[in-house]
């Protein structure tokens, strides 16, 4: 693999990244390549994953690239073709707030919020199936919760310190070994009943 390491988090802050994310498929891309940061991957390899044609992903993987979300880390000559290896361009993603408010990019947010609540619903609904599923190892709370501007904010440095803590241990060889856990942190301001 090439020198290039994926940032901590992302934070997503342009309508050209939003653009990019704005697509079921291209989500699941970059899902894919997040989900394993020790693997480069093939347009083949990736569309064998998703059960997708590779000739469909190209145009895909190329915008992901250009929005810096995955990296082209190896490039080598394969029975005389061209084969690139992709990589994800970060370990996590963060949607920065002024988003949904623009009217350029405040449709693609919000689709791009509908497609990672989907995403977890199915996964969490996935695990409990499964017969060696462990609930008890599950953790899903929800809280309801009157706060002021300034309790608010708190909660959510809080929260991202927290996030940010256990995310900065993943960088140990110790740790490869240890079973993957999906954390989603959300937190809503809601109208009054």
């Given at each position: 693999?090439s020198a290039?390491k994926?940032?901590?988090?992302?934070?997503?802050?342009?309508?050209?990244t939003?653009?990019?994310l704005?697509?079921?498929?291209?989500l699941?891309?970059?899902t894919?390549?997040?989900?394993d940061?020790?693997?480069?991957w093939?347009v083949?390899?990736?569309?064998a994953?998703?059960?997708q044609s590779v000739?469909?992903?190209?145009h895909?993987?190329?915008q992901?690239?250009?929005?810096?979300?995955i990296l082209?880390?190896?490039?080598?000559l394969?029975?005389?073709?061209?084969e690139?290896?992709y990589?994800a361009?970060?370990?996590?993603?963060?949607f920065?707030d002024?988003?949904?408010?623009s009217p350029?990019?405040k449709?693609?947010?919000?689709?791009?919020?509908?497609?990672?609540l989907?995403?977890v619903?199915d996964?969490?609904?996935?695990?409990?199936?499964?017969?060696?599923?462990?609930?008890e190892r599950m953790m899903l709370?929800?809280?309801r919760?009157r706060l002021t501007?300034d309790?608010?904010?708190?909660?959510r440095?809080?929260?991202?310190?927290?996030?940010?803590?256990y995310?900065?241990?993943?960088d140990?060889k110790?740790?490869?070994?240890?079973p993957?856990h999906?954390?989603l942190m959300?937190?809503?301001p809601?109208?009054?009943d």
């Amino acid at each position: 693999m090439s020198a290039a390491k994926p940032v901590r988090i992302r934070k997503v802050d342009s309508a050209e990244t939003i653009k990019a994310l704005a697509d079921p498929l291209r989500l699941r891309i970059l899902t894919l390549l997040m989900g394993d940061r020790e693997r480069a991957w093939t347009v083949k390899e990736i569309a064998a994953s998703l059960d997708q044609s590779v000739t469909k992903l190209y145009h895909h993987v190329k915008q992901l690239e250009q929005a810096q979300l995955i990296l082209d880390v190896e490039t080598r000559l394969v029975s005389g073709i061209v084969e690139h290896r992709y990589a994800a361009g970060q370990r996590g993603l963060e949607f920065d707030d002024a988003l949904y408010g623009s009217p350029e990019t405040k449709d693609a947010s919000i689709a791009n919020v509908s497609y990672l609540l989907d995403e977890v619903r199915d996964e969490v609904v996935g695990y409990l199936g499964r017969a060696d599923a462990e609930p008890e190892r599950m953790m899903l709370s929800k809280a309801r919760l009157r706060l002021t501007a300034d309790e608010a904010d708190e909660l959510r440095a809080a929260m991202e310190n927290l996030l940010a803590e256990y995310t900065g241990r993943r960088d140990t060889k110790a740790r490869k070994a240890l079973p993957r856990h999906e954390v989603l942190m959300v937190m809503v301001p809601q109208p009054e009943d």
